[in-house]
């Protein structure tokens, strides 16, 4: 496998490379003979863009940064800085986003004809609601802030499937974690592993000859469920009350 990448060497390209190998180990899985052209896609959007995602946060995990020499050997990960930033930079204010603030403002203007000139206030309504957010100065018809994010014009209705992809990740790899290779989720590292590989390959070799809830139940014994999510950060969740305590949380 090859990739033409475009990128500097940071932390978010870091992530972004490691998702884009997922999808094209996805693409290699289910291109064969068994799979017709017209199926050879993934059952869902959203298990596409989970597997992808799972390959990015696996490459995270302190174990594996530390095996590949970008953490310094012999140092001591902080595990609530690691679990802070799980949960801040791909997780959590993601799915207010992804979830809430995208797909409700698309069903506004795709289903219910939101006219034009209330398309920003509504925007930023959803921005505040969801995500707790004020604009830095009020912003007026005149603009389309919401077109400044490029799935907005270029993959509509889409955006849906990374909240559905972020809690499949979490499906997925606390199953891998417990499953195969016996370590806490929070801190593991996949590789060296080759039944990890051959566990996401059942997955994806089918393509979209089954339904994508079957192939979830079969593959994990769930339905959809954010528990392995809820139990990835329960130990962050312990600290911040810890934290907070006596401190009002939430926004008016
Ligand atoms: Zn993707």
Same mark, same amino acid.
């Given at each position: 496998?090859?990739?033409?990448?475009?990128?500097?060497?940071?932390?978010?390209?870091?992530?972004?490379? !490691?998702?884009?190998?997922? !999808?094209?180990?996805?693409?290699?899985?289910?291109?064969?003979?068994?799979?017709?052209?017209?199926?050879?896609?993934?059952?869902?959007?959203?298990?596409?863009?989970?597997?992808?995602?799972?390959?990015?946060?696996?490459?995270? =995990?302190?174990?594996?940064?530390?095996?590949?020499?970008?953490?310094?050997?012999?140092?001591?990960?902080?595990?609530?800085?690691?679990?802070?930033?799980?949960?801040?930079?791909?997780?959590?204010?993601?799915?207010?986003?992804?979830?809430?603030?995208?797909?409700?403002?698309?069903?506004?203007?795709?289903?219910?004809?939101?006219?034009?000139?209330?398309?920003?206030?509504?925007?930023? =309504?959803?921005?505040?609601?969801?995500?707790?957010?004020?604009?830095?100065?009020?912003?007026?018809? =005149?603009?389309?802030?919401?077109?400044?994010?490029? !799935?907005?014009?270029? $993959?509509?209705?889409?955006?849906?499937?990374?909240?559905?992809?972020? $809690?499949?990740?979490?499906?997925?790899?606390?199953?891998?974690?417990?499953?195969?290779? !016996?370590?806490?989720?929070?801190?593991?590292?996949?590789?060296?592993?080759?039944?990890?590989?051959?566990?996401?390959?059942?997955?994806?070799?089918?393509?979209?000859?089954?339904?994508?809830? =079957? $192939?979830?139940?079969?593959?994990?014994?769930?339905?959809?469920?954010?528990?392995?999510?809820?139990?990835?950060?329960?130990?962050?969740?312990?600290?911040?009350?810890?934290?907070?305590?006596?401190?009002?949380?939430?926004?008016?």
């Amino acid at each position: 496998m090859r990739g033409l990448l475009n990128i500097e060497a940071n932390t978010d390209w870091y992530g972004t490379a !490691h998702h884009e190998f997922g !999808h094209a180990f996805y693409f290699l899985a289910y291109r064969r003979p068994e799979v017709p052209p017209l199926l050879r896609d993934s059952p869902v959007s959203g298990l596409h863009e989970g597997i992808a995602e799972l390959g990015a946060f696996a490459a995270r =995990q302190a174990p594996y940064l530390q095996s590949i020499g970008i953490l310094p050997a012999g140092t001591a990960p902080d595990p609530v800085a690691f679990l802070l930033d799980d949960a801040l930079n791909p997780s959590l204010p993601f799915m207010f986003f992804a979830s809430g603030t995208m797909t409700h403002w698309e069903a506004d203007l795709y289903a219910r004809d939101l006219p034009p000139d209330q398309w920003n206030a509504r925007w930023w =309504q959803y921005v505040r609601d969801f995500q707790g957010i004020e604009p830095p100065e009020p912003r007026g018809e =005149q603009w389309c802030d919401a077109a400044t994010k490029t !799935h907005i014009n270029s $993959v509509p209705c889409y955006y849906a499937n990374y909240a559905i992809a972020t $809690v499949i990740r979490f499906q997925l790899h606390d199953f891998i974690a417990k499953k195969f290779l !016996h370590q806490p989720p929070q801190s593991c590292n996949y590789a060296g592993h080759t039944e990890v590989g051959d566990f996401l390959r059942t997955i994806m070799e089918k393509g979209a000859t089954e339904d994508w809830r =079957q $192939v979830l139940r079969d593959a994990t014994g769930e339905e959809l469920s954010t528990r392995a999510m809820l139990e990835y950060f329960a130990p962050l969740q312990a600290w911040l009350e810890e934290q907070n305590h006596g401190r009002e949380i939430g926004w008016e």
